[in-house]
């Protein structure tokens, strides 16, 4: 039984692979650091591999600011702060 003709089918979309991870280090009662890294990658064969690297430092978890890298792009700069219910950042 044949639903469709798949002998043209030629099939070029690729896959996506993601792996991230972070976790925060208590340096003492007011302040943290949080390293983290995203990995990604484009097709099935990891021939296509970008990562992003990131560390933020809070300040009583209300305030933050941080540097992210990703491989052959960009270096970015981060800040951030938390009011009431609300996280407000910007990134540079």
Known sequence: MVFADTSDNKNTELGNFFITGGYKFPINNDWTLQPSAFLKSS??????????????????????????????????????????????WICL
Do not use: N, P, V
């Open 43 to 88: 097709d099935m064969m990891f021939t296509s591999i970008q990562m992003d690297l990131t560390a933020r430092m809070f300040y009583k978890e209300d305030y933050w600011a941080g540097i992210s890298y990703r491989t052959g792009d960009a270096i970015i700069t981060m800040f951030g702060l938390k009011y009431d219910r609300f996280i407000f």
